[in-house]
């Protein structure tokens, strides 16, 4: 009687022990399909915040510069965002006048394409007419109806109107400054938040996840400099149309994950088509190739070493996932946040398979 009552409360602890482990997976999925819905419809304050946190990142070494001269942590802070204003001020105020040059010279490039284009054009529409043809006749009564959604569509998913852009952009700076002054307040404070067996585990993970940040901000801002300064000198030798606004359009594309390569050749042939011969082309898309090749297997692994860790399947599916998400802000940001989710994996020791998978 004792066996069979010991089998009983066996059979009822397994089963106790098993209810939870299905309340567990059914919680995790509820978990992540509030965070994509909180994610998707908080858009316009998550990206102005992840903005904020990069360009924080960014501005760190300058303001503990700063502070080891002496100088006061937020007066540093504030030395930092407005110096980084002044600096994006200076940019665009140069940049302008050619930006409007050569927006003024887009309509007669964009003629010159459509006159090359012109006869693969009508061929496309001879094959499309033979194929109605061939095909089988559609009833006449029944009207097809199309939902077309174009690329900029897609890319231009919740940016609003230009006043929201600008509304939402002019609180990345004050939210900047607010970061770098509390900085280490939100670190303590966040690690608080913890039971106190976890608080080594979320200190570390934390700082791992700055560290990140700030290599993956400053590595591309280098990257991109180093490869739009060499791109404007080819230009220049090859007679590029407005090579200096052209070279470094095309340097910071190339800093796109896997859509770079292609991206940065549009500026240069937009603007060759009809001034450049064929043998000039050719160098220009030969050198774009270089420059990202030479980029994505030697600069980067110098200047990001091993704090990015995605493989590129992770890094594909990101994208798509952020671009879908929240447009052309989440292929900007797909790449840091998965960074720091599998950090925040590696640390976590149920989440640890998850890491492996997302890591090269």
């Not at 007066?75 to 140069?94: E, N």
């Amino acid at each position: 009687m004792w066996a069979s009552r010991e089998r009983g409360e066996q059979a009822q602890s397994m089963e106790i022990s098993e209810t939870p482990r299905g309340h567990h997976w059914s919680l995790t999925l509820l978990g992540i399909g509030l965070i994509v819905l909180f994610a998707y419809y908080g858009e316009s304050v998550l990206a102005v915040l992840f903005f904020a946190i990069l360009l924080s990142f960014t501005l760190s070494p300058v303001v503990q510069a700063l502070e080891y001269l002496h100088v006061p942590r937020a007066f540093g802070a504030l030395i930092s965002v407005v110096a980084l204003l002044a600096v994006v001020y200076g940019i665009t105020a140069a940049s302008y006048n050619q930006a409007a040059i050569f927006a003024d010279n887009v309509p007669k490039y964009s003629q010159k394409i459509r006159s090359i284009l012109e006869p693969f054009r009508q061929q496309a529409e001879n094959l499309e007419r033979t194929g109605e043809a061939v095909g089988e006749p559609e009833p006449s009564n029944v009207v097809p109806v199309r939902q077309v959604k174009s690329w900029t569509e897609v890319l231009t998913h919740g940016a609003g109107t230009l006043t929201d852009i600008l509304l939402s952009a002019s609180f990345i700076p004050f939210l900047a400054y607010f970061l770098l002054t509390w900085q280490s307040h939100a670190r303590s404070a966040t690690v608080m938040l913890f039971p106190l067996r976890h608080r080594n585990t979320v200190f570390v993970t934390l700082g791992l996840i700055g560290k990140m940040l700030q290599s993956f901000i400053v590595g591309n801002l280098l990257i991109g400099l180093l490869i739009s300064g060499v791109s404007v000198a080819i230009f220049g030798l090859l007679h590029v149309p407005f090579f200096y606004f052209v070279g470094f359009l095309s340097g910071f594309l190339s800093l796109v994950p896997y859509l770079g390569i292609v991206l940065a050749m549009v500026p240069p042939i937009l603007v060759g088509l009809g001034q450049l011969d064929a043998g000039d082309l050719a160098i220009i898309v030969l050198c774009v190739i270089g420059l990202h090749l030479f980029a994505l297997n030697v600069l980067y692994p110098k200047l990001l070493g091993n704090r990015l860790r995605i493989n590129p399947l992770a890094v594909t599916i990101a994208l798509l996932f952020w671009g879908a998400v929240w447009g052309a802000i989440g292929l900007v940001l797909a790449i840091p946040i998965t960074g720091a989710i599998k950090i925040v994996f590696d640390h976590v020791e149920s989440m640890k398979p998850y890491a492996d998978w997302l890591g090269e």
